[in-house]
């Protein structure tokens, strides 16, 4: 619901936000309620119902927080002049530092989003944006000679994603015990050799630093 607040009370909603970030990330959603939030950002209980409709409703509020928080993490494109090898090894630090940045949040949207079809859904979407960034990068070098043009773009596109995702899933949330530069270049060089692309340079670190394939390419 829409709701015009005060100054105090924009300052007493974003506690109730912060305060529902810590508490998520230490419980799980299924595990807190909303005078764990209220206690935690030392708000009355009643208070929490002058800013959200439910714990859904903050939970919602939170992962967008954190969507944006990555999505300004992974803005730092390579100019024009930038190779796609280069393009792919930058994406994918970018991706892995943002990831590691927000592991303990995005695997608990991973959770929810398998039982709560409105976050299921919300899920899909960022993913989407991800991908599909991917695959117009994909297509444009398919059409300029540069990788292979058998493949097709949506499809390599979603398989280098869940690659990535999954393993950097693994790493930070799992706690795989993972060197990050080499980690960096391994997934970079198997996307670039999964696409056709050839030359990448053989020491980890010879290149480029980051990327990733949830990251975005363009």
């Given at each position: ?37 209220t206690a ?28 944006e ?51 299921k ?63 960096i ?6 996307w ?7 030359g ?19």
């Amino acid at each position: 619901m829409s709701r015009t607040l005060t100054a105090r009370g924009e300052r007493t909603r974003q506690r109730l936000i912060d305060a529902a970030e810590v508490v998520f990330g230490r419980q799980g959603f299924l595990e807190t309620k909303i005078t764990d939030i209220t206690a935690e950002a030392g708000s009355a209980n009643g208070s929490f119902y002058n800013y959200f409709d439910s714990k859904e409703d903050i939970f919602s509020v939170v992962i967008s927080r954190v969507n944006e928080r990555m999505r300004e993490q992974l803005d730092d494109r390579l100019g024009p002049g930038a190779t796609p090898r280069e393009r792919i090894e930058h994406a994918t630090g970018q991706y892995v530092r943002a990831y590691r940045t927000n592991a303990q949040m995005v695997a608990l949207l991973e959770q929810v989003s398998s039982v709560t079809p409105e976050f299921k859904a919300a899920r899909i979407e960022t993913r989407r944006r991800y991908t599909a960034r991917n695959e117009r990068s994909i297509r444009r070098w398919q059409e300029a000679g540069l990788m292979d043009a058998s493949l097709p773009p949506r499809y390599a596109a979603e398989a280098l994603a869940s690659m990535v995702s999954n393993f950097c899933y693994m790493w930070f949330t799992m706690e795989a015990d993972f060197e990050e530069d080499l980690a960096i270049h391994t997934l970079s060089r198997m996307w670039a050799n999964s696409l056709g692309l050839e030359g990448f340079d053989d020491e980890p670190g010879g290149g480029v630093p980051s990327g990733s394939s949830s990251a975005g390419l363009g």
